[in-house]
């Protein structure tokens, strides 16, 4: 926000008035659709509300529906109030002026349609609400709510986040709105670092392992490439091409609890993060056409697959097929989605498909079988853990669960 310079006051020591001021940025910022807008008298009614104290006292917050009334419920209902609906976009609400209803503008915000991610509203969506998420159906001492990770006035870091502890924490400042101190993985590690198995202990701390360089993903090597708008080919750019927290968990969406045992379906640490379909290309060890893959977003159903998530980035539309140098060695990156075609001669079933097994009869038994279970299919040969591209399986198929 800058001052016009030609303000017409006498002196330049004089405060600016308000209408001589414009805001400017240096970073992404998002508008509203013409004639509607989010503006100070949005959320607050200067007439109204009262004076307040600490970081978040409601008592500052008029109705967004109609602010001649003071908000009295949660700052997440609060911000509910327009973060709600099927919609992408979330709740409107047009300019309303009588003796008892006050909206003093359109009240909108920016469309958006994007391929990896569901929009503003934070309920409903696709029966994922962010008050069955594991951030706000813990403990209540230790819930991550909209006022922990966001400050609405504005931020340092994109979409708007900030760390304000919960009550019963402390950090060096109240609210953490510049720098990178809550930007990206950063964020998360105010909660989920070493240190949390004395607040709660089923929180994760993946901070330490980001560290120590232990996990394949490295969060920490890319810094402000992620975008909730970007698309599956951004990510197969090698100058887009990043991992961070939020590609593998939606923090409004995700629940604590593991992957079923013996099964190939997501955990719902993933619910509410985008992955995509490969359809089964024709032939044996043939490539999916990167058109036919579809987004989806998991949503904790049966059919909700692990490997949706990963061939997000490792099939595909989502790989670049090039040469990759780590500290140890060099490989290339192959499609994923060629790799587990369920049309291939034999496959691991991550997948999940039924159980079903093709054979060769002219060229004999071609799968290893339990002794005393003649004509069972129970083991695939093994070759090499994804797939087999040789002639050493026949013509058979195999589709049972490993």
């Known amino acids: 926000m800058c001052a016009d310079p030609t303000t017409t006051e006498a002196s330049n020591t004089v405060t600016p008035r308000l209408d001589d001021w414009t805001v400017t940025a240096l970073k992404r910022t998002y508008v509203p659709p013409t004639g509607s807008l989010v503006q100070c008298e949005s959320c607050h009614n200067t007439h109204k509300v009262a ?46 002026r009588t003796a008892t209803t006050l909206v003093a503008y359109d009240l909108a915000i920016r469309p958006v349609s994007s391929q990896l991610w569901p929009g503003w509203s934070k309920t409903a969506v ?16 230790n819930r991550a709510l909209c006022e922990n990770c966001h400050d609405p006035h504005g931020s340092d870091s994109p979409e708007l986040t900030a760390y304000t502890p919960a009550t019963g924490r402390t950090v060096a400042n109240s609210r953490l709105n510049t720098g990178t101190a809550s930007r990206e993985e950063n964020l998360c ?3 989920h670092n070493s240190g949390s198995g004395s607040v709660n202990g089923r929180y994760m701390d993946v901070q330490t392992p980001n560290g120590a360089g232990t996990y394949g993903h490295q969060i920490t090597n890319k810094s402000l490439l992620h975008s ?46 985008y992955g995509i379909v490969p359809p089964a ?99 695939q040969v093994h070759h090499q853990p994804h797939r087999h591209d040789l002639g050493g399986l026949g013509q058979g198929r195999l589709r049972g669960k490993l």
């Open 281 to 379: 290309a024709a032939g044996n060890f043939a490539t999916p056409t990167a058109a036919d893959y579809a987004t989806i977003r998991l949503s904790g159903a049966s059919t909700d697959l692990e490997a949706y998530l990963c061939f997000k980035c490792h099939a595909g539309p989502g790989t670049p097929l090039a040469s990759v140098t780590t500290s140890s060695s060099t490989y290339m990156r192959t499609d994923l989605g060629k790799e587990f075609n369920p049309n291939n001669f034999s496959f691991h079933n991550v997948l999940g498909l039924a159980k079903a097994v093709g054979r060769n009869a002219n060229a004999g038994e071609q799968y290893m079988r339990r002794s005393g279970e003649p004509g069972t299919q129970r083991h």
């Open 126 to 141: 696709g029966g994922i609400d962010f008050k069955t998420s594991g951030h706000f159906t813990t403990s209540s001492a």
């Open 51 to 96: 004076k307040g104290s600490g970081v978040w006292d409601v008592t500052r917050l008029s109705n967004p529906t109609n602010t001649k009334l003071a908000w009295t419920g949660t700052v997440t209902d609060f911000c509910l109030t327009c973060h709600q609906t099927s919609a992408t976009n979330g709740q409107t609400y047009a300019r309303t």
């Open 189 to 191: 590690y105010k909660c």
């Open 228 to 273: 909730d708008e970007e698309t599956v080919g951004q990510l197969a750019t090698v100058a887009t091409r990043h991992v961070e927290c939020a590609d593998c968990h939606d923090p409004h969406a995700a629940q604590a609890g593991t992957r079923t045992v013996g099964t190939s379906t997501a955990g719902l640490v993933t619910k509410g993060a």
